[in-house]
């Protein structure tokens, strides 16, 4: 049977059988299978998010802006066991967001107490020098607010931007050589290095989505 990575078509308990190997990753999508209430492209980009970013970033709390289920707060904090708690917060949680928890946490009982997913406002969230920041797909400026918020107390952040046509970011003067989604995360980086940052960048595979620009920075 085919299995379409970017399909938006939801994960139950018939994808089953795709993940039924001793692998994390296939763990772990087998928690989400049993929740019924993930797209199929979002486990996926969840998983490159989270592993990619863990491989550079270890240890602190990680908090997911935007986080939408959290799935990739949970990720984080299941690839790392040495890190520290995990707070999700998002505007508007659904309300499958504590079942997917829920089946994540019988296979990974730490995640009960670790891992808080809450409704609020990025703005209000109360952030560490020390925490690991991440955001998938904060449409448009609201990626721009992740980084200001992470900048602010100098921490580490990643973020996988999409909806670079919502408007809120300045022109950047480069889209004359760049189309502007592009020009746009490429003043982000800007953004971060003259903040006094170290900048990695890289794409996620882009058969899982083509907002795949995965935009990484921490201060040394
Ligand atoms: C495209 S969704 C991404 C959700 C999730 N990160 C994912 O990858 O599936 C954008 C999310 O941003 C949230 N959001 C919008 N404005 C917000 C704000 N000011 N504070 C917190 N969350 C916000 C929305 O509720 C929505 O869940």
């Not at 602190?60 to 289920?69: E, F, K, Y």
């Not at 707070?87 to 499958?96: E, F």
Request: proline letters at 5%; hydrophobic letters at 40%.
């Amino acid at each position: 049977m085919r299995h379409d990575i970017h399909s938006r078509k939801r994960l139950g308990l018939g994808t089953l059988p795709h993940f039924s190997s001793d692998s994390l990753f296939d763990r772990i999508a087998r928690a989400v299978c049993q929740a019924e209430c993930l797209p199929r492209k979002e486990l996926y980009e969840s998983w490159e998010v989270a592993r990619r970013t863990r491989r550079r970033f270890k240890g602190g709390r990680t908090v997911d802006l935007a986080c939408g289920h959290g799935l990739v707060a949970q990720m984080m904090t299941i690839i790392d066991k040495t890190s520290g708690s995990a707070l999700g917060v998002d505007l508007v949680v659904p309300p499958s967001a504590a079942r997917l928890h829920a089946r994540l946490s019988e296979t990974w009982p730490f995640l009960a107490e670790r891992v808080q997913i809450e409704s609020g406002e990025i703005e209000a969230v109360e952030l560490l020098p020390t925490d690991v920041i991440v955001s998938t797909h904060a449409c448009g400026p609201l990626t721009d607010l992740v980084l200001e918020r992470a900048m602010s107390v100098g921490a580490r952040v990643a973020v996988l931007p999409c909806c670079h046509a919502h408007g809120g970011s300045e022109p950047t003067g480069l889209e004359g050589w760049l189309d502007r989604a592009l020009a746009i995360d490429v003043e982000r980086a800007e953004r971060l290095r003259r903040a006094g940052y170290t900048v990695y960048t890289q794409h996620i595979p882009e058969e899982i989505t083509p907002k795949n620009r995965l935009l990484m920075a921490e201060l040394e």
